[in-house]
């Protein structure tokens, strides 16, 4: 089978298609044909240095997948080939999810949900799965709390207004003025170019920061935090604030495969309460150029690859 892998830790030149061993499901494990594999921005930090992730003997990038099941493993039951499936498997151990196919154990997948293209299914699971675990798994955003979702118009932000907002929250969100409406429409209830305003000189009382920014921000965001308030980080256990005010807590939060997340996210777009933004559609051949533009960090939305 066709996979790109990375033949050594650096910059996007060293993602490589290559003709690797296509994978047996074993016990509890079901193979997918990959169809469309969504990229997020910890392919290309990890494709860059190695680091937190468990690899496998040889490197390959890639956890978002929408496919069809093309075989299942012994003691599968809620699975069978020809099923439409989607979801993260295995992060963060390797996955390999640029490639023809892979293998997950089957409650690391949910059937695909049925309005969405394989293209719009790629883009959900680890950027819609991180903003429903710290959202609603960590900071139990309620009906009437403020949510302030840094990057609001990226991977992650995006999909956490649209969460925040199904739970009935407020929601602030910092974008480029170019990307407003698109934030507005998505169900933010303020919107604030963060190139012409400082967040915390405009915004107070806020009950949830979800911050996937890190650094300053993570630090600024506190002062915006009421009694009560929760400020969730997602770059890096480092990027927790050292001093937290009383009263309130600052969380790190690492996305993991989560079969109920995954119907829960489906739901949503069920309901029409959560949609997939796509900014860049590529073919695999081009997973370097995807992680190029990935980095320049300007991307509303997912890229996505196709895999023929």
């Known amino acids: 089978m066709r996979a790109v892998v990375v033949e050594q830790w650096g910059g996007p030149e060293n993602l490589v298609e290559r003709e690797t061993e296509r994978p047996e499901p074993g016990l509890n494990e079901v193979l997918v044909r990959v169809h469309a594999a969504g990229v997020n921005p910890v392919d290309w930090k990890t494709r860059a240095s190695g680091a937190l992730i468990e ?61 969405l293209t394989h293209v719009e299914a790629a883009a959900l699971p680890l950027a819609a799965l991180t903003a429903w675990q710290a959202l609603v798994d960590t900071a139990d955003v309620r009906p009437g709390e403020r949510v302030l979702v840094h990057a609001a118009a990226g991977g992650v932000g995006h999909f956490a207004v649209q969460i ?29 170019d963060y190139r012409e305003a400082r967040f915390e000189d405009v915004v107070t009382d806020v009950d949830v920061v979800l911050d996937g920014l890190g650094g300053e921000t993570a630090r600024r965001s506190l002062t915006v935090l009421r009694e009560g308030g929760r400020l969730i980080t997602l770059p890096g256990p480092d990027d927790v604030p050292a001093a937290v005010p009383d009263g309130v807590r600052a969380i790190w939060v690492l996305v993991e495969p989560d079969h109920l997340g995954l119907r829960e996210i489906t739901a949503l777009v069920e309901q029409d309460r959560l949609r997939p933004v796509v900014d860049t559609v590529l073919p695999l051949a081009e997973a370097a150029k995807a992680h190029e533009l990935g980095e320049r960090g300007r991307t509303t939305g997912k890229i996505v690859l196709t895999i023929a």
């Open 55 to 115: 690899w496998g003997a040889v490197p390959a990038v890639g956890w978002d997948v929408s496919g069809t099941v093309e075989a299942v493993g012994p003691g599968v039951g809620m699975f069978r080939p020809g099923d439409e499936v989607f979801g993260m498997p295995l992060f963060p151990r390797q996955a390999g999810g640029y490639s023809e196919y892979v293998v997950a154990p089957a409650r690391h997948l949910a059937p695909k949900p049925a309005a």
């Open 164 to 192: 925040a907002k199904a739970r009935g929250a407020y929601v602030i969100g910092t974008a480029s003025a170019a990307k407003h409406d698109l934030v507005r429409e998505l169900g933010a209830d303020e919107v604030i």
